[in-house]
């Protein structure tokens, strides 16, 4: 298959960026065979990282495997506030972590920084573990009971990118999220901040003296998700990337952001 077919079979399956596809599909194949495979899987919708085989984010590159979220771009908004609150010696925990290249990006930039992720699907935690293993640790489980009880009070940064999307709405995501990404992965429950109430709830038990909570949505929903995590006994405002399209909610103690404030 030429390059020239390989475009125009992209483009009429609706790719917009056919040929950034198509060179992609070429430097990642290792034989012609390979490239005819990928193509199909693509023109039959599944998500391009899920074809390569890997992503690009933060300025890494990280496995993505079929049936496990992608890692978008805008999550990097949660990855830079992440980093400006990592310290060597800092225990930083990536919940809903799905491959794991949240929590792999923001301790990359900072040595000695111990780092747990932890995701409810067994096929995600199998992905992570490619990605995070060994500059930290993956556990399986439901929130806050998949990770060791010895992080009750330890933990520095806690970050989450959770479902956020309302349950009516996901059928009108496009097909390759539906399709090929896991329900679980997407579902937020009805207003689309079931899981974000239930990471501020827990937090407080998980969280050191000085810890932060982050934790990415949509914009609609920053004022309601900010109300939830306050109603969970912790200070928290919302942050906004209108370039990037990303929202995330800071939340901490309330003694903490007043003594942060005053710092700053």
């Known amino acids: 298959m030429v390059d020239g077919e390989v475009v125009a079979q992209l483009r009429a399956a609706g790719c917009v960026f056919a040929e950034d596809e198509a060179r992609l599909i070429r430097e990642t194949a290792t034989t012609p065979a390979d490239v005819e495979a990928m193509v199909v899987r693509r023109v039959a919708g599944e998500p391009l990282e899920h074809v390569l085989g890997w992503a690009e984010f933060a300025g890494l590159r990280v496995a993505v495997a079929p049936g496990v979220f992608v890692p978008r771009h805008r999550s990097e908004l949660l990855v830079d506030l992440a980093r400006q609150r990592v310290r060597p010696g800092s225990v930083v925990v990536d919940l809903c972590c799905g491959t794991g290249a949240l929590g792999l990006a923001v301790v990359a930039a900072t040595e000695g920084v111990e780092l747990h992720a932890a995701d409810v699907d067994p096929v995600a935690v199998a992905c992570a573990r490619r990605n995070v293993e060994p500059a930290g640790r993956l556990h399986e489980g439901d929130l806050y009971d998949a ?58 038990r998980w969280l050191s003296g000085d810890g932060v909570v982050l934790i990415e949505m949509s914009a609609a929903q920053a004022a309601a998700a900010v109300d939830a995590v306050k109603d969970a006994g912790l200070a928290a405002h919302a942050l906004h990337d209108d370039e990037g399209e990303a929202t995330v909610v800071v939340a901490e103690a309330a003694e903490t952001e007043s003594r942060h404030l005053r710092s700053g």
């Open 147 to 204: 990770l060791p009880g010895e992080l009750r009070g330890r933990v520095d940064v806690l970050l989450a990118s959770p479902p956020y999307v309302p349950t009516e709405a996901i059928a009108l995501m496009p097909p390759e999220a539906r399709d090929h990404e896991p329900r679980t992965a997407l579902d937020g429950g009805g207003d689309g901040l079931a899981l974000v109430r239930r990471i501020a709830a827990g937090a407080p």
